[in-house]
């Protein structure tokens, strides 16, 4: 099979959706493998790197699109890029369709297969291909809350770990899965005074048995919910519903509840945000003011640091990616049912329910296309 990896052009998205070790990988599996020049720079990885690991580099993204079989991206495509895709081509990269009407739509119109790692599954019920993302993004939330959260920011001038005699920020994290947790582990080990809220019971028995020393949890009701929120300096969105649209927890009515100068991180914005008043923002202008509350809703929080993320998903997606090149994706697919749980888009009809759900279309069960 024929694998392109194209440059990432989002705004100020600085990974690579394959690493030099990946693309030695699938040329020792006898593929063919082009990377378009300059597309690994941000993270590191100069040309050379993917010439020495036996890949062709190509001068732009159309050339990319034109030759692969497959396309291995980090990002959903952007507008010009789904031009390029064609019928029969796969996809391979994060989707976040739940939200982004305009392209699914440009997705069904492409006619490629489209595979997203947020819905990839696993043995355990996790998802293995946002597991990696969700650590960095969970890591780096309170680092940029406590950027916020500084008064030439916005934010209400509070150092989330206070110092002797004065008390630390007050962080609330709603949400106990991958993200949350990384979220609460390092805000804890900032100093600050964190609380977890989950809907699952088990969960927060878990949460307790290991992390009871460090920070606490309670269940997320929504009085719960808004009694933490009045009290916090920092609330971290950390809550996912595989493929579907975030649910809203902080409406627009709460925020006046809210301490002025508070500083909400809303680490769900690639599925619509888990705040009323989200919007995607990038790392060039991360925060925006809503009624005294500061606002950081970067849609690609991982981008700031490209080479761990890159490395990271790198090892998570090879895989997978060896696995489709292999075999292709229908065989892949037979062999591997967590892997047919990635498929949104096959050949113009929607295969994800959750996102057909939100968007109002009608969907199909992607097993019927094996």
Not at 69 to 85: F, N, S, T, Y
Not at 86 to 113: M, N, V
Not at 180 to 203: C, E, F, N
């Amino acid at each position: 099979m024929h694998i392109g990896c194209p440059k990432e052009i989002k705004p100020q998205e600085f990974r690579v959706g394959l690493t030099p070790n990946a693309a030695r990988e699938a040329v020792a599996h006898g593929h063919t493998v082009t990377v378009q020049t300059e597309a690994g720079l941000g993270a590191g990885f100069p040309d050379a790197d993917y010439v020495a690991a036996g890949a062709q580099i190509a001068a732009s993204a159309a050339d990319v699109f034109a030759a692969a079989d497959m396309i291995v991206k980090v990002k959903e495509p952007q507008a010009v890029e789904r031009k390029m895709l064609r019928e029969g081509q796969i996809l391979f990269t994060y989707l976040h369709l739940a939200p982004d009407p305009e392209q699914t739509h440009d997705l069904l119109k492409s006619g490629a297969t489209c595979i997203a790692y947020e819905t990839v599954t696993d043995d355990r019920g996790g998802l293995p291909l946002l597991a990696p993302m969700s650590e960095v993004a969970g890591r780096l939330a309170p680092q940029v809350g406590a950027w916020t959260l500084q008064k030439a920011n916005g934010g209400r001038g509070i150092l989330l770990g206070g110092v002797p005699g004065v008390g630390p920020a007050r962080v609330l994290v709603i949400g106990g899965g991958v993200v949350g947790t990384h979220a609460a582990k390092i805000a804890a080990g900032m100093g600050a005074d964190v609380t977890v809220l989950d809907r699952s019971i088990p969960r927060l028995r878990d949460l307790d048995d290991v992390y009871g020393g460090t920070f606490k949890n309670s269940y997320a009701s929504a009085g719960n919910t808004l009694d933490y929120a009045r009290e916090a300096d920092l609330i971290i969105g950390a809550v996912l519903i595989p493929g579907a649209a975030a649910p809203k927890l902080i409406s627009r009515a709460m925020l006046a509840e809210l301490k002025p100068g508070a500083a909400l991180v809303d680490v769900a914005i690639d599925q619509g945000g888990c705040f009323e008043t989200s919007h995607a923002t990038t790392h060039e202008n991360p925060v925006y003011e809503v009624d005294g509350v500061m606002h950081y809703c970067v849609a690609n929080m991982p981008g700031a640091v490209p080479r761990t993320s890159t490395l990271a998903l790198g090892n998570a997606t090879m895989p997978f990616m060896l696995a489709l090149a292999d075999k292709g994706w229908q065989q892949a697919c037979r062999d591997d049912r967590h892997l047919l749980a990635g498929i949104n888009v096959h050949a113009g009809q929607l295969t994800y329910a959750a996102v057909g759900a939100a968007l109002g279309l009608p969907s199909v069960d992607a097993a019927s296309l094996l």
